[in-house]
């Protein structure tokens, strides 16, 4: 079965490059021209996907984002034409997986899409499994890989897509510090050619949400200088 990926953007000319290239890599592509439009699209279709622009008519990238993620995971990549660094963050802190900063190459933006979607299928075949070895345990956390969970206290955690991965990986590799562009390479699934700012979003995200107190964290620590690292 094809993956499917929904493009939400204003543009046409834009959607429909973006819609051959998807094609072109065997992707089922959806389209929506503003944000009412794309979440019922994504409430009924369900996309493995979604390319979602911010500047739209009715209601913005920003709250389309925010809808989503008090619903569904779904990898989200953020299409922007503005470039301020609060633009960026903002929508990473709404949940946003990724961004591509317009105009943007086609190699680059096929690349965002397959490296997200390959995080998928390797999150499907896990979950398949059933081994209790799967099942590890850090203090007051438990990750089951089986069921793609995060525990805290006996209860599931709301962590995106990326958010998980970046806590499985480090996790495993408890006490290794890890690189910004390293864990942009291991954990988003492509070469370091971005701003890594997104990795220190994501951290700060993934600490409010397992730590007791995201100002003194005691499991993933920061190596001044260097980078992160996990310690349970």
């Known amino acids: 079965m094809k993956q499917k990926v929904l493009i939400v953007d204003d543009e046409k000319n834009i959607t429909d490059i973006i819609e051959y290239n998807l094609k072109k890599e065997g992707y089922e592509v959806l389209k929506a021209y503003d944000g009412e439009e794309a979440l019922n699209i994504i409430f009924d279709k369900d996309p493995d996907l979604i390319l979602l622009d911010i500047m739209m008519p009715k209601i913005d990238g920003f709250q389309v984002c925010r809808k989503v993620r008090e619903k569904k995971d779904t990898p989200i990549v953020m299409l922007t034409a503005r470039a301020e660094e609060v633009d960026k963050v903002l929508g990473l802190e709404l949940g946003a997986d990724d961004y591509v900063t317009k105009p943007f190459s086609v190699r680059e933006l096929m690349a965002r899409v397959k490296a997200n979607l390959r995080r998928i299928s390797l999150i499907e075949k896990e ?106």
């Open 127 to 232: 979950t398949k499994k059933e081994d209790n070895e799967n099942i590890f345990t850090y203090g007051n956390l438990t990750l089951d890989i089986n069921k793609y969970e995060v525990r805290k206290n006996g209860e599931i955690v709301a962590l995106t897509l990326r958010e998980y991965e970046l806590f499985k990986f480090l996790a495993m590799r408890k006490g290794q510090i890890f690189s910004r562009e390293t864990l942009l390479e291991k954990v988003w699934g492509y070469e370091y050619y971005g701003d890594i700012r997104t990795v220190d979003v994501t951290v700060r995200r993934l600490r409010e949400k397992i730590e007791d107190d995201p100002s003194k964290a005691k499991y993933i620590l920061t190596k001044r200088g260097v980078g992160y690292y996990f310690k349970g």
